[in-house]
């Protein structure tokens, strides 16, 4: 989370997501997950990009603080782990909370390993199959952006969070079953062990100065 994901995430949010113009979801939707501790982050090629704490709210909010590798400042993100009904237990709806007094909210998906390793999923909407309480809707940038029938540059408005789940668990279902090609996640928050898989351990900068991302 932080940077090193939610930004990504947050770069990418012009296509293909999954949003509301409303908050769906509240403190009683959220899991109290254990997964308070000390991540590396890393991209879907396993390179790590830096490192985040985390700290679960008594809300049920979880708070990222990461610095990117090379860099001293931090920035911090908030999201919220709603259980996908019907689901595995292992999978969440991960809503974007990181400005809390926003309309509308932005959603990822999640899967918390049995190992404590945390990856994260950007949902697609043209692949997300029609429901109730969804509006597909090709954002309007006054400029041509692909071609007019690209269902990729198409958002998912969601108006109801059982729409939502509905599509969540679709998404689980899809995720979670063996396919022909590897799917990869976004990012994968990966439990600290002194140092990261492929035997590299980093450093942040020297500084005194951290910087959230509301700064």
């Known amino acids: 989370m932080g940077r090193t994901l939610l930004v990504l ?9 999954w949003i509301s113009e409303k908050p769906l979801f509240g403190p009683g939707d959220y899991a109290h997950l254990d997964i308070a501790g000390s991540y590396n982050s890393e991209n879907k090629d396993g390179d790590v990009e830096g490192h985040v704490d985390l700290t679960v709210r008594p809300d049920g909010l979880v708070e990222g ?26 999978y969440f709806i991960l809503v974007d909370r990181s400005k809390e007094d926003s309309d509308g909210e932005l959603y990822l998906l999640g899967h918390v390993g049995t190992d404590g390793d945390i990856e994260m999923y950007w949902p697609q909407c043209a692949g997300t199959p029609d429901i109730d309480g969804m509006v597909r809707e090709k954002p309007d940038f006054g400029i041509p952006i692909g071609p007019k029938n690209d269902a990729s540059l198409s958002s998912c408005t969601f108006t109801t969070k059982e729409a939502l789940q509905k599509a969540a668990l679709a998404a689980e279902k899809f995720i979670s079953v063996p396919h022909i090609v590897d799917l990869q996640p976004l990012g994968i928050l990966r439990k600290e062990d002194g140092s990261s898989d492929n035997g590299e351990s980093w450093d942040a900068e020297p500084g005194d100065d951290s910087e959230s991302a509301d700064e």
């Open 65 to 90: 603080v990461a610095i990117k590798k090379g860099e001293s400042g931090s920035e911090t993100s908030i999201m919220g782990f709603v259980p996908i009904k019907g689901g595995s237990g292992e």
């Open 9 to 17: 995430a947050l770069g990418l949010a012009l296509t293909g997501c």
